[in-house]
Structure formats: C-alpha cells, structure tokens
C-alpha cells in the first residue's frame, strides 16, 4: 500500500526540472508577462513566416533560423529546432512560481511522450537505438530518465515495465492489450497520448495550478484536437470499433461531450462528422471547405491559433499566458518542420503558403 501511495504521488506531483535546493521564484505577474511578451514579438508568424518560404534549401532555412551551420540533414535540422523550443520554454518555466512551473512541466511532457512513441515505433520496427537516438527530442533531464531507461527495453512485453511513471506505465500497459489483438501502433501510441491529455485537464484543475479562464478554453481545445482527429483516423482510416476508440479516447472537455464523441465514431464520412464538429470549427474561414481529415485538422489547429493569440492579448495572468505562449511556440514549430519537410521535397513557394496552419493578426 505504501509503494502505491508513493507511486500515486510521484504520478500527481512530478518533478519540475528545477536543480535541487533551487530558489522558487515568486515574480510578480507582471513581469512574467514582460517576458512572455517580449518572446512572443519574435515568433515566425505573418510576413516573417512567409519571407521564409523562399528560402531553396535546408540550408538557406537553417541559416536565415539561426542555426549551427554543422547541421547535416534534415533530421539534424528538425533535433536543433525542437530542442531551442523545448529550451526556450524551459527557461519560462524557471521563472514561474511553483504552481505555475508545474503547469509548465505538463505542457512540456507533450514530448516525453512524442519520444516513447518513437522508441515504440522503433522496438517494433527493429531499428537501430543508436539512430533512433536521432530523432528523439532534446528533454530536460528530470524527463530524459523515462527515456534513457525506455531505451533498454528489448521489445513490447518489457517496455512498460522500465517506466518509473506509475501512469505512462500503466498507459503502455492498457495500450499493449489493445495492441496484442489488432497488431496495431495506434492503440500503444493513443493510449500514450490520452494519459498526457487526461492529466493535462487534471492539473489545470487543481488548486495551484488552476488554468485561468482563457488558458482553460485553449487547453481543452488542444485536448479536442486530438481526441477529433484519433477518433476520425481511427474509425475511418483504421476500422477501429468505437468501443475500441473509448478504451483510449481522452476525457471530453469543454464543448466535446462524452455524446458528441459517441455520435463523431459512428459517422461513415467526413460530411456527417461535420454536424457533430460546429463548436470547435466555428468562425474557421476554412471550415465550409473541409473535405478531409487533413482539412479538420487544419481548421481545428487554425482555430487553436485563434484562441491562443486571443488569450495572450486579452489576459495578465500567467495561468492564461504561459498555455498560450506555448500554444503558440507549437504552431510557430509545426509551420517551420513543414516548411523543412517541404523544402526537402523541393515544393513550390506557393504550396508551401498553402500548407502553413493559417494565421491572422488580431492584435
């Protein structure tokens, strides 16, 4: 009992990535906000995003970006660039209070769990450790520890078993289940993802960390992107039975209802999904054009852009400025590995422009 109790407390109160005896800072909102602000008037968005889809290869992008000019590839390109995210965050999340850095923490977890789905996909691809080392995102070193010892599993039955994390062990365990019946990544990889979502919900609800009113409506957008696009790909792409999808679904939140769900896993196309989708598409100047999933999923990352650029103007509160901050920082990176991707393939200037998450200035 007592180990339990130890592991439930370890799952609910993670580390923050602070040294130890570290100073818990308690800075006035203000100046959190300063920073905040002072960092999001140089993310590539509008005409600075554009300037750089004329860019003709990788490495006129990583020169115009900033980075070492020793990088040699695209996967070398994509490691700099996630790692200056995840650093640039991290030195955000060190001038929070306490409450607040564990928030932080929660958001930045979205990439510990990116990393164990990449090992899952390695160990089942037979894949060299020492190259999928390459594609792992750069962690803080209080999330490398997962990481490292994920590394050593030699295949699926052992992995769960080298997580420290009483709840991503746990997910791997309820994904494996799935996984042995239908021989499919989706279910290790959505069981992975759902526990993100599921304590990203919880810890912006407890009392110390409780997500301002804006910062809430962002974060449950974010969790309804992907529960929208798992249970679309799923049921649509993958033959996955809604009883399947529940198993692994994220909780609801905000206007996604436990129904609204049931009632988007029985649709047969993308026109009938749309009825159920109204609330999270509306006022998406691409919404009426929708034809795909791709399209769904465009329009839903376009809205999320949307409400985090109306967060950060509209509020002070670091519990509403630092999810979309980071919300941002997201979008800002998902257009530039695009960007990349798409240099790489020698797109046209044009389809590039087409291909960014849309974005309009409402400053």
């Not at 309820?174 to 759902?194: H, I």
Request: hydrophobic share 40%; glycine share 4%.
């Amino acid at each position: 009992m007592a180990a339990r109790q130890d592991d439930e407390r370890r799952d609910s109160q993670p580390e923050d990535g602070r040294k130890s005896g570290a100073v818990v800072l308690d800075l006035p909102a203000s100046y959190v906000a300063a920073k905040l602000h002072a960092r999001r008037a140089r993310i590539f968005e509008y005409a600075r995003l554009r300037d750089l889809a004329s860019c003709t290869s990788l490495k006129e992008l990583s020169t115009r970006l900033g980075a070492d000019s020793s990088l040699a590839d695209h996967v070398d390109f994509e490691s700099w660039l996630m790692e200056r995210h995840v650093n640039d965050f991290g030195s955000i999340r060190d001038i929070l209070s306490e409450g607040q850095s564990q928030l932080a923490n929660i958001l930045l977890q979205r990439y510990q769990i990116e990393n164990l789905k990449a090992c899952i996909r390695y160990i089942i691809n037979g894949r060299d450790r020492r190259e999928m080392r390459r594609h792992l995102v750069p962690l803080p070193e209080h999330m490398e520890k997962e990481i490292a010892a994920a590394l050593e599993a030699q295949d699926l039955e052992t992995l769960p078993w080298q997580i420290a994390n009483p709840g991503l062990r746990n997910a791997l365990g309820k994904g494996l289940v799935l996984y042995k019946k239908r021989k499919q990544n989706f279910f290790l990889e959505a069981a992975l993802d759902s526990f993100y979502y599921a304590r990203l919900i919880a810890v912006g609800t407890e009392k110390k960390t409780t997500l301002g009113e804006l910062g809430a409506k962002l974060v449950y957008h974010d969790v309804n992107i992907y529960g929208v696009l798992l249970t679309l790909r799923g049921c649509l792409n993958y033959g996955v039975t809604r009883e399947e999808i529940l198993q692994v679904a994220p909780p609801p939140a905000g206007p996604m209802s436990n129904e609204r769900y049931r009632r988007l896993s029985e649709s047969t196309n993308i026109q009938q999904a749309l009825v159920f989708l109204e609330p999270l598409l509306k006022r998406s100047r691409s919404a009426a054009a929708i034809q795909d999933i791709q399209g769904v999923e465009s329009a839903m990352w376009s809205r999320l852009y949307k409400l985090a650029n109306r967060a950060f103007y509209s509020s002070d509160e670091p519990n509403d400025l630092v999810p979309a901050y980071f919300m941002l920082k997201r979008i800002e990176m998902k257009n530039l590995l695009r960007l990349a991707e798409l240099i790489r393939y020698q797109a046209r200037e044009k389809e590039i422009l087409d291909r960014f998450i849309e974005m309009e200035r409402q400053d």
